[in-house]
């Protein structure tokens, strides 16, 4: 998902235009609302800081959420980045007459000196941690699953009119019937739990059941999210120590898919004992009685393509979150590579959702967003505003051709070589035949040449067509050659003579 991760770094810059001698300082506990949540539960922000001349460091803690912090004095204004790539801050402020004045995400508010331990939020007590064993497979996501997830463009400003609407697209659009089948809410759709632990939706969803069936009434599947920690990114009740119960209340509601992103666990649990968390959740879906794909979302810790189908996933997030930028996607697929032999029919390697439509690339950059994500045969699940695409973006999204090559039911996940700025993959068919994505990386024009001999085939090229321009071409004494504009790509697919 799209989002700050627990426990990690902020960068946090505070300067006052105040006189040194009002002696201003931010060493103390400090606490504010910042915000109340959609279920209706108050977020406060505890920061305990500690100055030493114009360098501070300490720790801020919300509802769902603790990070280490540190910063430096240096004016009256101070602006919180939260991650490195961040270009512009996530919080700002200033320093006067002994509160903090702060804004974020569009929210203002005061933090004031703490005065009861009280205002800052206790731990955690550690659930003990299962025995490991394997999760039988549950049959299900034979090719990579597609689809449309909320989070990318929406975030947290969901509600079920929104879904609705995205349905009614994809039919209307003619993506269900390209394959994108699965409509996914992501974070921020969670109530509260009553007196009986049962988990409910927020306001914004008044009936998840009669939501499920308006999905499937559409031919359509019905996704959701949690997480195996206390609280989500968005810092909404997640599943810690509800496992079975949730399992259970997803299967009633008529949920196909569940995301379980990592993210609150980070406040309990490291790195190192995802499996466990994740195994729970896998052996309780399929106790419920209700075919669901299970997507494991732990950003490719701890080598999770090694064990993610022995706990019951379907697909596991191999990266980082995506960004809608060229660097972000590149970076994401190019952590793919080392992962290409765990991927197969039932479990898939995931870099993370499409950003194909949302405006931060070019169009000839989102065509080769598309051809890297089905030459790894990568799930397709659209992050975009559906009743707003242009003609262009429709027809990366739903060129069959190249929809074909993810969804080959051989399932091998291509692994690509470079030669300069031009990088190649080669994806074996079920058919016997190839498919080949050739990439320019580079800032300039670039000419590159496909070679039989490169392909893997048994024998010479028969025939060959070009999945983008949707013609045929020609292999002359055993090879391609074609010009790639900078950060496009060409995608093949070719059969061999026998």
Not at 199 to 227: Q, V, W
Not at 324 to 351: C, F, L, R
Request: proline residues 6%; aromatic residues 10%.
């Amino acid at each position: 998902m799209k989002r700050s991760a627990l426990a990690i770094t902020m960068c946090l810059t505070f300067a006052t235009f105040l006189p040194a001698a009002w002696g201003q300082s931010v060493t103390g506990k400090w606490v504010g609302q910042w915000r109340v949540l959609d279920n209706g539960e108050k977020d406060r922000m505890f920061l305990d800081l500690h100055q030493d001349k114009n360098q501070f460091t300490g720790t801020m803690k919300t509802i769902g959420h603790v990070w280490q912090v540190h910063g430096t004095l240096t004016a009256a204004n101070f602006d919180v980045f939260f991650n490195p790539h961040d270009a512009k801050p996530r919080m700002t402020g200033v320093v006067s007459a002994g509160k903090l004045h702060l804004s974020r995400e569009g929210t203002d508010f005061d933090a004031v000196p703490s005065t009861s331990p009280a205002d800052d939020y206790p731990g955690y007590d550690r659930m003990p941690l299962p025995a490991q064993h394997d999760v039988p497979a549950n049959g299900l996501a034979k090719t990579p699953p597609m689809g449309w997830n909320s989070w990318n463009l929406f975030q947290s400003h969901i509600d079920d009119k929104t879904v609705r609407q995205a349905a009614d697209v994809m039919v209307s659009s003619g993506m269900r019937d390209a394959g994108y089948v699965y409509v996914n809410i992501d974070d921020a759709w969670q109530g509260v739990r009553d007196s009986n632990g049962n988990l409910a939706a927020n306001s914004k969803f008044p009936d998840m059941k009669a939501l499920a069936d308006y999905i499937h009434s559409k031919g359509l599947k019905f996704g959701i999210y949690s997480t195996p920690g206390p609280r989500t990114c968005a810092e909404y009740p997640g599943s810690y120590g509800h496992e079975e119960q949730d399992a259970k209340t997803f299967a009633a509601w008529g949920i196909d898919y569940l995301k379980y992103d990592w993210c609150g666990a980070r406040m309990i649990y490291s790195n190192t004992e995802e499996r466990p968390l994740y195994q729970l959740m896998g052996a309780a879906l399929q106790r419920a009685d209700h075919p669901i794909v299970y997507s494991l979302c732990q950003y490719g810790a701890d080598k999770v393509e090694t064990w993610g189908a022995q706990v019951g996933g379907n697909l596991w997030r191999t990266t980082g979150d995506i960004r809608d930028e060229w660097a972000s996607m590149i970076s994401n697929i190019e952590k793919q590579v080392p992962t290409a032999p765990y991927a197969g029919p039932g479990h898939w390697n995931d870099p993370d959702m499409l950003e194909i439509g949302n405006g931060g690339m070019t169009d000839n950059e989102y065509r080769t967003h598309m051809t890297l994500w089905a030459i790894t045969a990568a799930p397709l699940l659209a992050g975009n505003d559906l009743s707003k695409m242009t003609p262009s973006i429709k027809s990366i999204l739903l060129n069959p051709d190249v929809i074909k090559v993810d969804q080959d039911s051989l399932g091998k996940q291509a692994i690509p070589v470079k030669n300069g700025s031009v990088e190649t993959w080669v994806k074996p068919l079920a058919d016997g035949g190839v498919a080949v994505a050739v990439v320019n990386l580079g800032a300039d024009e670039a000419k590159a040449t496909v070679k039989d001999t490169d392909l893997g085939m048994p024998g010479k090229v028969k025939s060959a067509r070009d999945l983008w321009a949707h013609s045929d071409v020609t292999f002359h004494d055993g090879a391609y050659a074609v010009n790639i504009p900078s950060h496009g790509a060409i995608m093949l697919r070719v059969a061999a003579s026998n």
